[in-house]
């Protein structure tokens, strides 16, 4: 079940997990804090400080961020806290903007503690990560790409709700008169 943020210009980012078993419990999952770092305000958004731009909550192994609406881009990325291996859950980052889905980035890749995944820059007017191979200044002189252009994760547009179509019925023709 996916419950969809209100509509509005706001841009909601969620740290979710997947490739993992029901029966497995989200709190022994290696501890990661999702980071957004403003490019206009110059300042980041994480868990234990928060900023004026944004609002961060954390329920077990997942993280919800609301950052305020604006023109800006915003650089996202997960520190990793304890190390993932190759084949444990993996850490996925979703873009929500009026309302619906509009970007998803997964993290397969096995890491270190204190790795750090630079998911991408979020346009927060369109709610999509920078096109794949784009280039964009980080700030501090160096040069950031998109996810997917460095292999270190898969990156993919929102899927589409799938519309609904009507089940095809085919008429039944009329049984012969019985004597």
């Keep these: ?13 969620q740290l979710v997990w997947t490739n993992f078993d029901a029966s497995d419990d989200p709190d022994t999952f290696p501890r990661v804090k999702l980071r957004a770092f403003d490019e206009s ?3 980041e958004c994480v868990v ?11 329920r077990s192994a997942y993280t919800h961020m609301k950052l305020k609406g604006s023109s800006s881009r915003a ?13 444990g859950p993996v850490v996925c980052v979703q873009v929500y903007l009026e309302g619906k889905r509009t970007g998803e980035a997964c993290d397969r890749k096995a890491r270190h503690p204190d790795e750090r995944w630079e998911v991408g820059t979020l346009d927060k007017e369109t709610g999509t990560f920078a096109p794949q191979g784009q280039a ?3 700030g501090d002189g160096g040069v950031e790409g998109d ?10 547009p929102a899927p589409k709700a799938p519309q609904y179509k009507p089940p095809v019925t085919k008429p ?3 049984k012969p008169p019985t004597q």
């Design 1 to 13: 079940v996916e419950a969809l943020p209100p509509k509005g210009k706001d841009v909601f980012v």
């Design 172 to 174: 039944t023709p009329p």
């Design 136 to 138: 964009l200044s980080t």
């Design 41 to 43: 305000t110059k300042r």
């Design 147 to 156: 996810a997917g252009a460095r292999g270190d994760a898969s990156v993919k």
């Design 75 to 87: 650089r996202i990325a997960v520190s990793y806290l304890d190390e993932r291996v190759e084949k």
């Design 48 to 58: 234990d400080s928060p900023s004026p731009d944004c609002e961060v909550r954390t």
